[in-house]
């Protein structure tokens, strides 16, 4: 089910990206958040959360998760687009809470069934979940509290964006990043634990800053910069030419961390340059070289598990070409979505778009090629 989630999450990008003008912030929001990333993240989640803790793969039920999630962000986008939908709001929170609460048990069985300690990027994946879950009560409190509204939309974007997008995107590309570079980062894990406080800590600042008191948001993202710096140090010691090279995975996903720090810096910005749109910058340079550098990497696997042959690193190959000029690319898009340009958002989904016919492509030309040939 990934390569679906991954194909609509792509769809999902696009079209409101170039439907911006017409669907207007909230409903663009909406597309690309929760019905394009929300989905996508359970199914990743669920792939990944038996690697973290050593136990067998999810079944197929597990899918119904990210279906379910998927329904709530379909009502949720329905609600703010179509008349006499308001309804929706509440019943796309609650579907998607209740999928986000099901993940969640379900990782934590996970962990108590198995030997030893979990890696602790699962420990990554829970908080965001939690925080996805907090973000949906924000939208359902509001019910209830509606003198509180405009705090608790905010609140419900900061915990989703910064919480579960973030927390989820940020922890899987200090693993990620390794891999496709093909060395392994020995400390990665221990910049796990040692980071995963000052990136919650940020977060609840900045969702509770930019919801009701604005100085926390300045101290909030001065948290979440010390493990993107600490991060980025690191890569850059580590995997500077896989970086900057003209082909590859690993240019997206260092725009990817590039793109969520400008966001970051945006979102500081807008205190004093009311012109800064943050949101902008998170959805025009961050998630887009995020999916498309992890469909990069991963979706020869996703597409046929098991041992990797000349099939899965042909294709990896070819999805991967000119992977740096659609990181530079992808990063202009994200600047200048945070100065309000509205061709950003263009250049970001034309980048896409070129990545989704490279990749059908890709698929065309690697047909012939036996699954069970081995790499040379």
Known sequence: MLPALVCLALAAFVAALLGSLHTGRIVTLHLIL????????????????PVLTRTRTSGAGLAGLSVL??????LAVAAFGLPGMAW????GAFLALMAAGLLLAWSRRRQAGMLGRPHPGLAWYEAALACLACALLAILAGAFWPQQWAGLRRLHLHLNTLGFIGLTAVSTLAVLLPTVAGRSDPQVAAWLRHNLPWAMAGTALVAVGAAWFGPLAGLGAMLWAVPLGRLAARWLRLYRSEIFAWHGAAPLLAAALAGFATSLLFGVAAVAFPVSTPTS?????????????????????WLHPGMQGEWHAALRSRLGRYGGVRAALFCLAGIAGGMDQEWGLFLSAATLLWFMLQTG???MQVRAIPLDRPSS
Do not use: E
């Not at 910058?281 to 696997?301: K, M, R, T, Y």
């Open 281 to 301: 910058a998170f959805v025009a340079g961050f998630l887009p070289p995020l999916v498309s550098g992890a469909a990069s990497q991963l979706l020869p696997v």
């Open 88 to 91: 929706g709001r509440y019943a």
């Open 69 to 74: 999630a998927l329904t709530g962000g379909i």
């Open 361 to 363: 492509a890709a698929l």
């Open 34 to 49: 929760a019905v394009g990333a929300m989905p996508l993240i359970f199914g990743a989640m669920s792939h990944f959360i």
